[in-house]
């Protein structure tokens, strides 16, 4: 069974543009979580979505959004990027957090680096 | 708001010791995780624990649940190089989120 699997692995941008990552989640779950990972904050939960819809969010601009397909993948989009933006990205599948003893699976994130 | 607190946040120990790092939480939550994470890569589920009094064991590692104190432990047992990394507990309420992270270095 393929893991979670996110694209691209390394990112290079410059202030004030955007850019969007992708997550494939492991077939079958429904659920896709987006976390910020940084030196100083550590892991910072962005938001998740299930069946396509937004199910919670956390204090992050509105910069960042994100969408969930049919197919479970999810995408993720920062506007106007700023120095701060620099981070590890990762993404979190589950089928939904339903079911006991469920946990999530992360994907290897992408390193996203703002010059 | 759920606040989740680990420590201590950097550990550097002796191979053989025992130690335990601490998580604790702001509301109530009867759903913790323990991960743990290898320099440039990416999290590894540990543990689930779900009820108060839970208790569960792999390998070098245990980790135990008091909801009503809300604390949760990770207790190492006779510690080994491999262990070396970093160690995340994650609470459970309307979303997963994260304490800061334990850095454990273990000195051969």
């Known amino acids: 069974k393929a893991g979670v699997t996110q694209t691209p692995r390394y990112l290079i941008k410059t202030r004030g543009q955007q850019v969007t990552l992708s997550c494939s989640p492991i077939?079958?779950?429904?659920?896709v979580s987006w976390y910020q990972q940084t030196p100083g904050q550590g892991l910072q939960f962005l938001f998740e979505?299930?069946?396509?819809?937004?199910?919670n969010k956390g204090n992050f601009p509105g910069r960042f959004s994100g969408r969930q397909f049919s197919n479970s993948r999810s995408e993720m989009n920062v506007s106007t990027l700023e120095l701060g933006d620099s981070a590890l990205y990762l993404c979190?599948?589950?089928?939904?957090?339903?079911?006991?003893?469920?946990?999530?699976?992360f994907g290897s994130g992408t390193q996203l680096s703002v010059l | 708001e759920l606040k989740v607190e680990q420590n201590p946040l950097f550990l550097s120990m002796q191979e053989g010791k025992n130690y335990t790092i601490y998580c604790n939480y702001s509301?109530?939550?009867?759903?913790l995780y323990w991960y743990r994470q290898d320099p440039g890569k990416s999290l590894e589920s540990l543990f689930v624990?779900?009820?108060?009094?839970a208790v569960k064991q792999e390998g070098r590692l245990m980790a135990s649940l008091d909801t009503k104190a809300r604390l949760s432990t990770l207790h190492i047992t006779a510690a080994v190089h491999d262990l070396s990394a970093t160690y995340f507990c994650?609470?459970?309420?309307?979303?997963?989120?994260f304490g800061k992270g334990t850095r454990l270095h273990i000195l051969p």
């Open positions: 979190a599948s589950s089928s939904g957090r339903t079911a006991t003893n469920e946990k999530l699976f």
């Open positions: 624990l779900l009820s108060n009094g």
């Open positions: 077939s079958g779950h429904r659920s």
């Open positions: 509301t109530t939550s009867d759903r």
């Open positions: 979505y299930f069946s396509e819809t937004q199910r």
């Open positions: 994650a609470v459970e309420d309307d979303k997963i989120i």
